[in-house]
């Protein structure tokens, strides 16, 4: 059973406007978050990431908030450009350097 | 760019054929992964190392092993393909954030493109 879900498979947002993806988990004993972004026919890349002991964090127009008690988190993308149309992977940690991996958002950002 | 090579990165083989496919890093790294993505179900850890000789199974590991022999490669077998293990195979290297010492992260290779008829 897959420990953590990305229940929207896709979104499209305007090119200026905040692109908001989410992801839940199960498993309480995940205390590392991360997303990756991917583009086709390329590997992912790391993007940003959360430890537990925070709740949220910030990079340049990429922020990731935890919700601990909710086993909730999401990406905040601001402003949304062009090339940030991707298909987008939340994936945790409990800490034994392994990822669980949720399924995936492709983001349309549209001109 | 973490220094992974994945070779081939295109193959199209028969089912019942032994396929292996390399993974290789230039930075030293001991921990190596292998994944596999699959529509729907996101990237899924098939084996892992933590040193040469030293490998473990990750949530997918039926009908794949895995050698390390040296610290820079780490090879994925498929030992007799089948039409399931048609996917795109990933490897990862985990390194720690420049700046960050408490928190690893994984770096990606460019994935292998496997068909298996």
């Known amino acids: 059973d897959q420990q953590v879900k990305q229940n929207s498979p896709s979104l499209s947002v305007q090119e200026g406007r905040i692109s908001i993806l989410n992801c839940d988990y199960t498993n309480s004993m995940f205390d590392y978050f991360l997303w990756y972004k991917k583009y086709p026919a390329e590997g992912p890349t790391f993007l940003i990431s959360?430890?537990?002991?925070?709740d949220k964090n910030e990079d340049g127009r990429f922020t990731v908030f935890l919700n601990k008690s909710a086993k909730h988190l999401s990406l905040h993308i601001v402003p949304s450009q062009p090339g940030d149309s991707a298909v987008y992977f939340c994936?945790?940690?409990?800490?034994?350097?392994?990822?669980?991996f949720g399924a995936g958002t492709t983001v349309t950002v549209r001109a | 760019d973490a220094g992974i090579t994945q070779s081939p990165r295109h193959k199209v083989t028969e089912t019942g054929t032994p396929v292996t496919l390399r993974c290789h890093q230039t930075?030293?790294?001991?921990?190596m992964y292998w994944y596999r993505q699959d529509p729907g179900h996101g990237l899924r850890l098939i084996h892992y190392?933590?040193?040469?000789?030293?490998?473990d199974k990750g949530e997918v590991s039926d009908g794949y092993s895995v050698s390390r022999s040296k610290t820079e490669d780490f090879l994925l077998t498929l030992e007799s393909a089948t039409s399931s293990q048609t996917s795109v195979y990933f490897c990862a290297i985990r390194r720690g954030l420049a700046g960050v010492t408490s928190t690893d992260t994984q770096y990606f290779g460019p994935g292998t493109r496997l068909t298996v008829l």
């Open positions: 190392s933590y040193g040469v000789k030293d490998t």
């Open positions: 994936a945790a940690s409990e800490g034994d350097y392994k990822l669980s």
């Open positions: 959360i430890s537990s002991i925070k």
């Open positions: 930075e030293n790294h001991r921990y």
